[in-house]
Each structure stands twice: as structure tokens, then as C-alpha cells.
């Protein structure tokens, strides 16, 4: 599989001395749906700014689809949704679409547009002036902006913030559409469970570090841990808690055990010795990408 | 078409419409302005003075003011807007070449500029008329397209250039009043530079309009102050300075909103 953004060494520096990123080494699959996280100030933004050309790359390389960043080869392949909505005070959102398709060289794209402003359900306000419209719609406007020309790679910054949750739910249908068609994603978001849900691949940065770089199951996996929930037909004196190694605690008619992600469920079943004729119910809640977020955040603080 | 030519030909558009959609401000307000000055200094002042040739002197000079100032008005305050809004950020991750903007933001401001000209030159004529005076007559009309659209050029690129280095408000009115205002009244519109001392004669030099309105005077009229092969060859170096002035601007100059 060809690589869709391939950094090298990348550092933006900011002023004289403030490294908003540190070397960092990453490379996304053509088709992929990657997920860049990290707490504000991470240097998400700085990363997606220099892969648009947005930021010179003045220490280390990025390469997308081959060309470098910031070529007009590589800009033609590029769809970008920005972290904050643009007024365009003149114009109204067709004319905004149809003066996006005319850079990338389409004159004729109506149907595009058209389908674009259907998905994205901004087709009442075709007409309306860009500063007319609410956070939200602007937000859809910016993507439609980016999918004009239908780009090979999107790079979405922070898309949902101040889309509601219906909405966001459909822009998350379009999104896995658009990638199981084959446009590589790269997303950045707060919403964790968004990014749980969607992404392959994720890499979790602060203070400009890659801290994480993983398919989404494996992260989970290894940084999260899962609770295995039993119920069974004894009473409290007659289960022995102590031959379980992970920490375990009676929660009514259940026994809770807390359980490293990748620790399989028979191994535990298997040390605490219970007779399986007496388990009337398994219940196991995975743990979530949230966890393993602050997992890794609070363990490279507590490095520095 | 290539599609870098239709690229090119949409940002010019825009910035066409741009300036269209608020017509009212962009050219109609330079225009009576214009015509107040001709009112005021050549109808009036020029019958105070007993001199009919006022009036015929001040047109070709309001007229490159008008032109000038709309063309650097043009690109500085759309660039800046686009700041403002958070637009101009996109024409950095469009796949659109630094010349590319260079060329379409300057000749937009060209476009302008020919409007207001145009239209002060009807309003000029309009003044003559109903004071009983005959037209102004073009005497060289490729020297008054070159002297207009070198010019214009010239200050689209200043404008270009000013846009992308403020970034507030403040910091273009600084530009657009005290750089640029003192040049355009300082450049000959209202006198002949034979009336100023010598010093200020030779001051006068420096200044790229006096090269632009001498040259536009010239056309109209068939005087000018300065040599006319001069003013051909100093206002083709000041548009080549500028011209790289403005295409540094577009590829070093601040695209992030403010």
C-alpha cells in the first residue's frame, strides 16, 4: 500500500525558541482513517499546517502522496477542513463552493456541489450569504469547501466542534463513506469516542511528542483495562476472591474484576478456580479510548 | 483551458465581484469625491483665477488619483478583510502559485482602477460641458492606457505587498495615510511642479506618482513637467520594484487571521 502522508523528523518552531513539535516521525496508509490526538497545545494543528502548506516545513521533510508538502502537486490531492469557520463576508455558500471547485481547475461542478450541499444538509441555504449562517452550518460549509474537488487526503481540524450531536452523527456517516471509497483521512478531534469509533490508526501527542502511535484495537488493548463482570449462584462466604491476581470487589449479586486489557477472560476464570455450573452470567465492558488518553498523557508528564 | 489558467481566472473574478458587490464604496463614493474636487478647485477656484484652463489641468490629475488610489485600495483592503474574516488562509492550501495571486489580486485592482478613471474622465467631460468649455482631448491615447495601467499596476502591487505585511487595521491605515495619501497630494495633482522651490522640485523626484500624473497629464493635454521619456522608463522601474515587492509579500507574507 502507497504512503498518503509520509513526516520525517518534522519540528515547527515558533518565535526563537518554542518547539510546538519535536521531531516527529509518522506515516499514514493511502485509505486509511488515522486519528491525530492530543490535549490543547499538543501540536496537532501545527502538524495538519504543515502538511497544507499552511507552515513552511523549514526543519525535516513531509511527503504527501510522493510530493512534498506545500507543492502544487501536493495541494491538488489535499482537501482541508480548518479548526476555526471563515466568513467569505461577499459571497453566498454556492458561490463559495462553485469559486473553490474554479482553484482546482473545475469550472462545471454543479453536481458535485449539489451533492455536496445535499450530504452535508446546507441546501436551504444555498443562497445565503456566508456571514448569515450559524457555527454549525459554517463548520459544514468548510467541509464542503474541502470535498469540492474530491480530494485523495482529508485532513479534518477538530470538525465537530459546535455541530450538534445529530448532525454529527451524519457528518460521521459521510466521513466512513468517504473512506471506505478511498480517501485517506486524517482527523483530529476532542471527541474520543468519535475517534475511537472511526480511526484505524491513532497517534496521541503532547507538548509536540508523539507519545503513542497504534491501531486503535491494539491501543485499547494494551492501555486500557476491561471489567469483567460474573454473576453467580453462591453466596459471598462461598467464593474465594484471593487466588485472582487483578484487583476484585463484590458489587451485589455480582463479582467485579478488573482485568488489563489484554489479559484474556479464561485466565482469569481459570485462577479464581469457580465452578462454571454456578456463573449464571459473563458480562465484560471493554475499556474505552478516553482511559488509555489519560494513561498515556499522565505517564509522559510524570517523566518530565 | 489549463487549470492553472482557470484557477487564475477564478481568483480574478472573485476579486472583480468583490469590488462590485459594494460598488457603492469602491466606485462611486472615489468618483464624487472627484467631483467634488473638480467642483470645488476647477469650477470654482478656476473662476476666482478667471482661468478656464484649471479645470482642463486638474481632470487628468483627479483622474490618475482616483485611478491610483482605487487600484492600492483594491488589493490592500481585500487582502486585509480576508485576514480579518479568515479566508486568505485558504489561498495558501489551494494549489494556486505565489505569481498566480500576485497577478489576479493586481489586475483585479486594475480593473477598478480603469472603472474609476473612466468614470471621472465622463464626470470631467459632464463639468466641461455645462461650463461652456470644450472637452478635454486625448492627445495619446496608448500613452494615457500605458501611464493609467502602469500606474494602476503599480499601486495594486503596493497594495498587495501592504496587505500581507499589516496585520490590523491600524497598522494598513498607517500605511494607506501616511505613506501613501501624502505621496498622491504631493504628486502634482492639484499643481505643476514648476511652482514648487527647487528643493522640493528635487524632493519631488523620489515620489513614483509624479511620474504617473505627469504621464497621464501628458496624454490629455501634450505638457508635462517632466520629460516624457523619463516618465516612461522611471514609472516601468518603479512597477518592476513593485511587482517583486508584492510577489515577496504573497510568499512571505502573513496568511493567518487576525
Known sequence: ?304 | MSWTLKSFLTLLWKEILRYLRVATQTVLSPVISSALYMIVFGVSLGSFLQSDSYLRFLIPGLLAMSALNNALQNSASSIIISKFHGDLQDLRVLPLRPITITIAYALAGWTRACLCALAVFGVGQFLLWISSMPFLEIQNVFGLIYFVSVGALFFAFVGIWAGFWANSFDQMNVITQFVVLPLIYLGGVFYSLDVLPAFWQKVAMFNPLVYFINGIRWSFLGQSDLSIQSCFVVSFGFLIVAALLAWRGVLKGSYFRF
Not at chain 1, 176 to 185: A, D, S
Not at chain 1, 188 to 206: K, N, V
Not at chain 1, 213 to 236: A, G, H
Request: glycine share 8%; aromatic share 8%.
Open chain 1, 1 to 304: 500500500m502507497n504512503q498518503a502522508v509520509e513526516i520525517q523528523n518534522l519540528k515547527v518552531v515558533y518565535g526563537k525558541s518554542f518547539e510546538a513539535v519535536k521531531n516527529l516521525n509518522l506515516s499514514i496508509q493511502e485509505g486509511e482513517f488515522f486519528g491525530l490526538l492530543g490535549p490543547n497545545g499538543a501540536g496537532k494543528t501545527s502538524v495538519i499546517s504543515s502538511i497544507t502548506g499552511l507552515l513552511d516545513v523549514k526543519f525535516g521533510s513531509i511527503q504527501v502522496f510522493g510530493y512534498p508538502a506545500a507543492s502544487i502537486e501536493a495541494k491538488r490531492l489535499i482537501g482541508v477542513v480548518p479548526q476555526e469557520t471563515v466568513h467569505h463576508g461577499f459571497f453566498g455558500v454556492e458561490e463559495v463552493l462553485h469559486f473553490m471547485s474554479g482553484y482546482y481547475g473545475i469550472w462545471k461542478n454543479s453536481k458535485r456541489i449539489d451533492y455536496l450541499l445535499d450530504r452535508l444538509q446546507l441546501n436551504d441555504c444555498r443562497k445565503k450569504k456566508v456571514s448569515q449562517l450559524s457555527g454549525g452550518m459554517k463548520r459544514r460549509l468548510s467541509i464542503a469547501k474541502a470535498l469540492v474537488h474530491s480530494p485523495k487526503l482529508l485532513l479534518l481540524d477538530e470538525p465537530s466542534a459546535g455541530v450538534d450531536i445529530e448532525l454529527r452523527a451524519i457528518l460521521w456517516d459521510f466521513m466512513r463513506e468517504l473512506n471506505r471509497e478511498g480517501m485517506t483521512i486524517l482527523l483530529t478531534t476532542h471527541y474520543l469516542e468519535e475517534a475511537e469509533r472511526l480511526c484505524g490508526r491513532i497517534a496521541i501527542m503532547d507538548h509536540g511528542k508523539l507519545l503513542a502511535l497504534d491501531n486503535t484495537r491494539d491501543l485499547l488493548f494494551e492501555k486500557t483495562q476491561k471489567i469483567l463482570k460474573l454473576k453467580v449462584n453462591l453466596s459471598q462466604n462461598e467464593i474465594d476472591l484471593s487466588p485472582c491476581r487483578y484487583p476484585a470487589s463484590f458489587a451485589g449479586d455480582w463479582i467485579e474484576i478488573k482485568i488489563p486489557g489484554k489479559v484474556s477472560v479464561g485466565e482469569v476464570l481459570r485462577d479464581m478456580k469457580l465452578p462454571l455450573e454456578k456463573i449464571t452470567d459473563v458480562q465484560v465492558e471493554e475499556g474505552a479510548l478516553e482511559e488509555a488518553f489519560l494513561k498515556i498523557i499522565r505517564s509522559s508528564e510524570a517523566q518530565v
